[in-house]
């Protein structure tokens, strides 16, 4: 089935490197987030696309962080001069329309894109 | 106060047990609410969506309180495929993202 596929699936990169992880979202679903996961932690909200919206950046860990969502479908998450805290598994996110109460239904996860930062 | 708080366990039960995880959230404006499983290694999914005063699926059941912010996730007889972490998940106080406490391990043993 067409789900949410995000790549790569594992990077490794050195230390003050540039990264980009992708995510494509279920074809239709106006919402995507990235979330990312260190080890043994919870999810951490990065950044939220609602259509046309502004996006909301309230969860960008700092400036190094910048994502970008070109005509409503593909994103790309990039990471400007990684640092070893970097490391964790960066998830993408879709649902459809606001639903109920103006809010997203069911979240639909890709598989995470592992980065390791040495 | 975080936006989503829970408490991470591990709960480990019997086969067959009932088990109780709650979760505290700040936004008291959020409208809807959910429960998410993670497995080891792979992305959540959604287990249970909560709406008002709560809903029941099979051997889970989601209770909404509003008065003080937390809802609850109540597993009855539970299976050695339970094993997992649960998530809480709310809006956030701008109520655009919805956001994940750091989940409860759940572990089911025979």
């Known amino acids: 089935g067409a789900g949410v596929s995000q790549s790569p699936s594992n990077k490794v990169t050195e230390k003050g490197k540039d990264v980009e992880l992708r995510c494509d979202p279920i074809s239709g679903h106006t919402a995507l987030y990235w979330y990312r996961q260190s080890l043994g932690q919870g999810l951490e909200f990065l950044i939220y696309?609602?259509?046309?919206?502004?996006?909301?950046k309230s969860g960008l860990p700092s400036d190094r962080f910048s994502a970008e969502r070109t005509g409503g479908s593909v994103s790309t998450l990039t990471i400007q001069r990684t640092q070893q805290e970097d490391s964790a598994v960066y998830l993408c996110?879709?649902?459809?329309?606001?639903?109920?109460?103006?809010?997203?239904?069911?979240?639909?996860f890709g598989e995470g894109s592992r980065l390791t930062v040495l | 106060r975080k936006e989503v708080e829970q408490d991470p366990g591990p709960f480990n039960v019997p086969e067959g047990a009932t088990v109780a995880f709650n979760c505290t959230y700040s936004n008291s404006a959020s409208q809807s609410f959910f429960w998410y499983r993670q497995d080891c290694r792979k992305e959540p999914k959604l287990l249970m969506s909560?709406?008002?005063s709560g809903n029941e699926d099979g051997r889970f059941t989601a209770q909404l309180n509003r008065a003080s912010q937390y809802i609850s996730l109540l597993i009855r007889d539970s299976k050695l495929s339970d094993s997992a972490t649960y998530l809480c998940v709310s809006y956030n106080q701008a109520g655009t993202a919805l956001i994940f406490g750091k989940g409860t391990t759940l572990s089911v043993s025979s």
């Open positions: 909560v709406y008002s």
């Open positions: 696309f609602q259509g046309n919206s502004a996006p909301d």
């Open positions: 996110a879709s649902s459809l329309e606001p639903g109920l109460a103006g809010g997203p239904g069911e979240l639909f």
